[in-house]
């Protein structure tokens, strides 16, 4: 049973009075940050006016997105606690609210940015240096000039927010407020509680008839639902279109991928190299097999271990020591920063009666980055607490090294930091590892998260732009067309050595991300550019060390592209995909042969 929120001693907690002091004083900022709301929309036509209103302008917006920053941080960290809390709900409630009416006052920014004439805006810099600062950030928005529209026509886009986020919403209320599924029954008959949170777990048990059991009971559930969840997608899929057009481009994936400055061409070499790489991943799913010794693998046999579970028990205090010893490649700096995380209380540890589940890392500018856990002294856990440290140090360095206006990063290059810090870590540990029942076990953990990260996830990247592009051709998104595209993926992705079962063709409904607008792809593409990063860091040491430290301070100071070139890694090319995928094959080859 989980400890109610008062019962976890503080020092595991999270320290939000570095945000605001009490509910109080977050409730003052609230109604002091709706006056810029006014302050804002009295420059509407005014911003070609001369060089010093439009630095005003700029310089208050900075303003207003570190108050919403930090507003938003506080809301939503407090309501994670208890998510049960109707008071901290309607504190989010009323941060959203407010979000939606900034964006549609500020719905005229960027068409009078985009008329200012390119002659005048470069009188602008000559006579104000200060303007130099905000050169990149306009030079961004002005590239963008072919897809903005008229100021009546970007108010009623920014109208349509709350329209186009319904289809997540939906989503959410279906997945996680109204399925139920039945127990799932093990060998000795005992009946075990299928949830979200539970499913994976139950899939790790070494008990096949429970793993089979959980199986059904949550895509039987998913089945009766098959048809709304089809135009739930749909209605996303539609919704990326509409943008898309509105704003002419040639696709949605265009569309996303444009505000990150990616070009496709680097969603598309992910697809291709992948598929150039997927017989490791059919001898994997061999290896799995023979080592189960299963004369067929179901995929509900996809998670249990392997190897034999050796019970790694690891204390919080103790995993901390750990990741201090494992990042300790890239230097006291650092691990400086490691050790202030984790003793000024950035970090909320335990799991408590009403707390979100899962964990992640959330950046707060001119405070200090929070990091949600739910530990429970497993292996799995210490690879959470590095990966969400590497988040958090990420954010900290970019916030500490850049102004507001280039502080945070784009998806494409956040999960590099996290999954770096993984690699470092299975290094170490396989290091400290002479046993070859103990590294057997660490290798298979190891090549979990490439079937998970890499393989996986462009799999559903591949899947997401079928979705896109059968809409775009007019087609509709049927529950019968998606289980077929699902289930033929499946099969190209897992080979011969898997018996397709027909549940799988229904994951497609359960998977959040698919509402997240091309956002799976960036998954396996960071884990692609760890994977080198790390390889490269315990190579050639202190010169990589010094060039990944300057990627983890760059923001968005430049593309992404261009900062992961300044740690080494040219995601244009295939080599990192190729790279990691041929660790994945002689790992799966190590396996092999310790288990001979």
Known sequence: MAKLRNE??????????????????????????????NKITAYSGHLSDDAKTLLEFLKLQDELSVN?????????????????????????????ALAVEINHACAFEIPELLSIDEEKLQSFYKELNELEHYRLMLDRIRRQKDHILSKECEEILAATGMLRQAPDEIFSMLNDADMTFNDAIDSDGNKHSVTHGSFVPLLQS?????????????????????????????????????????????????????????????????????????????????????????????????????????????????????????????????????KEGFNNRWIDVYENTGKRSGAYSAGAYGVHPYV?????????????????????????????NQSS??????????????????????????SKTSDNKKRAYLINHFLEQFRGTLYRQTMFAEFELWCSERVKNGDALTADALDEKYAALNKQYYGEEIHLDSEIALEWARIPHFYYDFYVYQYATGF???????????????????????FLSGGCSSDPVSLLKIAGIDMNSPEPIDNALKLFKSLTDELNTLCK
């Open 8 to 37: 976890i001693q503080s020092e595991f907690t999270w320290n939000l009075a570095d945000l605001f002091a009490s509910d109080n004083a977050w409730e003052n900022k609230l109604n002091e940050t709706k006056e810029y709301i």
């Open 68 to 96: 919403m920053d930090k507003l938003g941080n506080y809301a939503y960290r407090k309501s994670d606690e208890d998510t049960r809390n109707s008071f901290y709900q309607q504190m989010k409630s009323k941060y959203s």
């Open 206 to 338: 070494p008990d096949r008839k429970l793993r089979k059991s959980a199986f059904q009971s949550l895509y039987g559930e998913y089945r009766k639902f098959r048809n709304t969840s089809a135009a739930i997608l749909n209605s996303q899929m539609q919704s990326l279109k509409f943008m898309a057009d509105m704003r002419k481009y040639n696709s949605p994936l265009e569309a996303s991928l444009d505000d990150t400055e990616v070009p496709t061409s680097i969603y598309h070499n992910l697809i291709k190299t992948v598929h150039q790489n997927l017989s490791s991943m059919h001898d994997y799913v061999a290896l799995r097999k023979k080592l189960l010794g299963l004369d067929e693998l179901h995929f509900y046999d996809m998670y249990t271990p392997i190897i034999p579970d050796e019970d790694f028990k690891i204390p919080y205090d103790e995993a901390k020591n750990i990741t201090l010893e494992a990042l300790k490649p890239l230097g006291d700096d650092y691990i400086s920063m490691l």
């Open 372 to 400: 949600l856990l739910n530990y429970t002294d497993t292996l799995d856990d210490v690879f959470t607490l590095v990966h969400e440290m590497g988040h958090a140090l990420h954010s900290y360095l970019s916030n500490k």
């Open 405 to 430: 206006t280039y502080a945070s990063y784009v998806i494409f290059v956040a999960e590099v930091a996290s999954t770096c810090n993984e690699a470092l870590l299975m290094q170490y540990l396989l």
């Open 528 to 550: 692609s550019a760890a994977i080198a990063l790390s390889q490269r860091i315990l190579k050639e040491g202190k010169p990589a060390v010094d060039d990944y430290l300057k």
